[in-house]
DNA sequence: TTGACAAAATTAACAGTGTTAAGTAAATTG
DNA sequence: CAATTTACTTAACACTGTTAATTTTGTCAA
C-alpha cells in the first residue's frame, strides 16, 4: 500500500510540518533576543513582526496570543534552569555538596539571565504553574529536584529530617531573596551579591546540618 | 501696605492652590485605588480620568506622566512602609526584639498589601532611589531603620559585630525572599508563608546572637 | 458690571499597542 | 489544469500614553 504517491504526500506533509516548525522557531528566537534587549514592558508582537519579516497577524498563526509567545519565551528560561539545576544534582553525590551546589547553580542562573529570571519568577510567576508546550519532553520540575535532593539526604540521615517541601521553600526562599534584590534593587551594589549568597548558604548548610 | 484687596487676592490665590492640591490628592486617591483593583499592567490613565470625571489630558497639568504618577503611587507605600517600621523599631528597645518585630512588620505589610508590595519591589524598584515628592517631609528610608537598630545592638554588645550594611542586606534579602515568593507563586500554598516567615527569623535571630 | 487676562480643562490628533475578520496569494492535491 | 486547502496579508477595532491647539472658567482692575 506504501505507493510512490503516497510516500511523496508523506514527504512533502512532514516538509511543510517542519517549515512550520522552523517559522515557529524563528519567531520564538527573534522573540527571546528582543524581549532580552527592550525588556517585558518594551516588547512588542508588532516589533518581532518587523523582525522576522512578516505582518503581525502571522505569528498569530503560530502563537494563541501574546501571553503564549511570552509562556515560550520563559519556558526557554525554565529548561536551561531545570537542566542547570539537574547537572548540579548529578555533579556530586554527597549530600551537602550537592545541597551547595544547586544553590551555585540557582545564583548563577539568577545573575547570567536577569530578564529571564525576572519574567520566571518576579513578573509572570503564574507560568510556573502552568504546563509545558507541546514539543518538549525533557522538562525537569526545577523545585523537585531541589526537595529530591533534601529529601534522599534527609532519608540517609546526612541531613537534619525536617519537611522536605517545607524546607525546599526555605532554601528556594532565601535563594531568591538575594538574587531578586540585587536584581530589583538598584540601591544594592552588584558586587555585593556574591558574599551575599555565600553568607545566606553558608547559614543554610549550618541549619540542615545535624 | 495690606490692602483688603491684596488680602483678597492672597486668600483666593492660596484658595486656587488649595484646590490644585485637592484635585492632585484625588487624582492620586483614585489612581491608588484603581491600580490595586487592577494591578500594573491593568492600569491606566484614561481609567483613571473615568473615574474623577475629567479628561485624560487633565492629569498631565498634575502630574508630568504615567510614570510620576506611578512613583507617587509607589510613595505612598514607601511612606507607610517606613512608619510600620519605624513603629516596629519605637515598639522595644531590646534590639533582638526589636529586629525580630522590624521583620514582623516587613512580613505583614508584604502580605498585607501584595499589589503595592510588588510595585515597590518587585515591579518598579528603582522607584527606591528616587528622591521624594515635593510636599512630603516625613519620608524615612526603611533600610536605614533596619541598618540603625543592628548597628545600635552591635555597638551596645548585644548583637554579633558584622558589617551593619551587609547584616541589613541579609535580613532583607530573607525577608523578600519569603515575602516575594508567596506573592509570586501560586504553587506555594499561602498557609506555609507564616511558618517560612518563622523559620527565616529564628536562624537570622540565631545566626546574629553572640 | 464689564472687559482683559490668566488659569484650568477640553478636544483633536498622533503614534503606538494587542487582536479579529475578511480577503489574497501560494502551495498541494485529484 | 482546476479545485481546494494552507499560508499570509490588509484593513479595521478598541485600546494605550502623550502633545498641541482651543475652549471654558475664574479672577482681577476699571
Redesign the pocket.
Known amino acids: 500500500m506504501s505507493t510512490r504517491?503516497e510516500r511523496?504526500?508523506?514527504?512533502?506533509?512532514s516538509?511543510?510540518?517542519q517549515?512550520?516548525r522552523d517559522?515557529k522557531r524563528q519567531i520564538l528566537e527573534s522573540a527571546m533576543t528582543l524581549f532580552e534587549t527592550h525588556g517585558y514592558d518594551?516588547?512588542?508582537?508588532?516589533?518581532?513582526?518587523?523582525a522576522i519579516?512578516?505582518?503581525?497577524?502571522?505569528?498569530?498563526?503560530?502563537?494563541?496570543?501574546?501571553?503564549?509567545?511570552l509562556f515560550n519565551i520563559a519556558y526557554e528560561g525554565f529548561r536551561d534552569f531545570g537542566l542547570a539545576l539537574q547537572a548540579a544534582y548529578d555533579s556530586s553525590s554527597d549530600h551537602h555538596e550537592r545541597i551547595w551546589r544547586i544553590g551555585r547553580a540557582y545564583f548563577d542562573f539568577g545573575m547570567n539571565h536577569p530578564v529571564h529570571y525576572r519574567l520566571m519568577f518576579m513578573q509572570r510567576g503564574e507560568f510556573l504553574a502552568q504546563t509545558a508546550p507541546t514539543g518538549y519532553t525533557d522538562f525537569v520540575d526545577s523545585f523537585s529536584i531541589l526537595t529530591r535532593a533534601l529529601s534522599e539526604g534527609m532519608d540517609e540521615g546526612k541531613i537534619k529530617a525536617f519537611e522536605p517541601q517545607m524546607t525546599g521553600g526555605l532554601l528556594w526562599a532565601s535563594l531568591h531573596g538575594v538574587v531578586s534584590l540585587v536584581l530589583t534593587n538598584s540601591h544594592l551594589p552588584p558586587e555585593t551579591a556574591e558574599p551575599l549568597f555565600a553568607w545566606q548558604m553558608q547559614i543554610l548548610q549550618r541549619e540542615l546540618r545535624l
Open positions: 504517491g511523496l504526500k508523506k514527504g512533502s506533509a516538509r511543510r510540518v517549515n512550520k517559522l518594551g516588547f512588542s508582537l508588532r516589533q518581532v513582526a518587523e519579516g512578516y505582518s503581525p497577524t502571522t505569528i498569530y498563526l503560530y502563537f494563541k496570543d501574546k501571553d503564549e509567545l
